[in-house]
C-alpha cells in the first residue's frame, strides 16, 4: 500500500529565505507526483506536476524534484514571502490502480512572517 | 471557466442524523471525485466516478455512505447516520480525461456533535 509522508509537518521562517518541503513515498510505481497549495477554507490548487520520466518541474519561484528510484521529492521556494504562507500537500498517482487516484501526504504547514 | 462548486459550505449536525453534499464539476469534466480531509491529515478518495459510472470506491464506508452522479454531472454524498468520526471536510475534485489535473471545490465542512 502506498504511503506518503511530508517533513516537516509545520514551519515558520521569515520573508525572503529560501526554504525545502520534502515528500517521501514507499513505492516507486507512479505515474507523476503533484504539489498542491491548501489557503483555509479553500479547495486545493495544483502548483506543480512531476511526470515519472521527469526530474523536475519549475514554475515562478517554485522549483519540484523527483528521484523515483529513492521515493523522495521536494519543493524548493525561492525568496518566500508572507502570501506563501499556506499548506502544502504533495501527492502521487500509483501505478497499480489504473486511474488518476491520488494519495496525498499529512501536508507541511507554511507560515512566511513579514 | 467556472470552477467546481459545493454546498453547503459549511454543516453542523447531531450524531445518527443525516446529510447530504452537493458538487457541481467543471463543464465537460467527465471524471468526479469525493475526498473526505480530517483535521491534520490529507484527503483520502472515498468515491471515483467516471461519466455516471463507478471506478473506485474502494475506501467508501458502504454501511453509511453513498454517492451517486445521475446524468454524468451534478454529484451528490450522503452519510446517513452521521458519527462523531465523520466530522471532516468533504472536497470535490473533477478532471478530463486528457488530463491528471484534478480541479477542486472549496469544499464543505462537517461537524457532527
Known amino acids: 500500500k502506498q504511503e506518503v509522508t511530508q517533513i516537516p509537518a509545520a514551519l515558520s521562517v521569515p520573508e525572503g529565505e529560501n526554504l525545502v518541503l520534502n515528500c517521501s513515498f514507499t513505492?516507486?510505481?507512479?505515474?507523476?507526483l503533484q504539489w498542491f497549495r491548501q489557503d483555509p477554507g479553500k479547495g486545493l490548487t495544483s502548483l506543480l506536476l512531476?511526470?515519472?520520466?521527469?526530474r523536475e518541474q519549475t514554475s515562478g519561484r517554485l522549483n519540484a524534484s523527483l528521484d523515483k528510484s529513492s521515493g523522495r521529492s521536494t519543493l524548493y521556494i525561492a525568496a518566500s514571502q508572507p502570501g506563501d504562507s499556506a499548506t502544502y500537500l504533495c501527492a502521487v498517482t500509483p501505478m497499480n490502480t489504473g486511474f488518476q487516484k491520488l494519495v496525498f501526504g499529512t501536508g507541511t504547514r507554511l507560515l512566511v512572517s513579514p | 471557466e467556472a470552477g467546481v462548486a459545493q454546498s453547503p459550505r459549511y454543516k453542523i449536525i447531531e450524531k445518527r442524523q443525516s446529510v447530504a453534499f452537493w458538487c457541481n464539476p467543471i463543464s465537460g469534466h467527465a471524471t468526479l471525485y469525493w475526498y473526505q480531509q480530517i483535521l491534520g491529515q490529507g484527503p483520502k478518495l472515498l468515491i471515483q466516478?467516471?461519466?455516471?459510472?463507478?471506478?473506485?470506491d474502494s475506501q467508501l464506508p458502504k454501511d453509511r455512505f453513498s454517492a451517486e452522479r445521475l446524468k454524468g454531472v451534478d454529484s451528490t454524498l450522503k452519510i446517513q447516520p452521521a458519527k462523531l468520526e465523520d466530522s471532516a471536510v468533504y472536497l470535490c475534485?473533477?478532471?478530463?480525461?486528457?488530463?491528471?489535473?484534478?480541479?477542486f471545490g472549496p469544499g464543505t465542512r462537517l461537524t457532527v456533535l
Open positions: 512531476i511526470q515519472s520520466s521527469q
Open positions: 475534485a473533477s478532471s478530463s480525461v486528457r488530463t491528471d489535473t484534478q480541479y
Open positions: 466516478f467516471q461519466n455516471n459510472g463507478v471506478v473506485d
Open positions: 513505492d516507486s510505481a507512479i505515474y507523476n
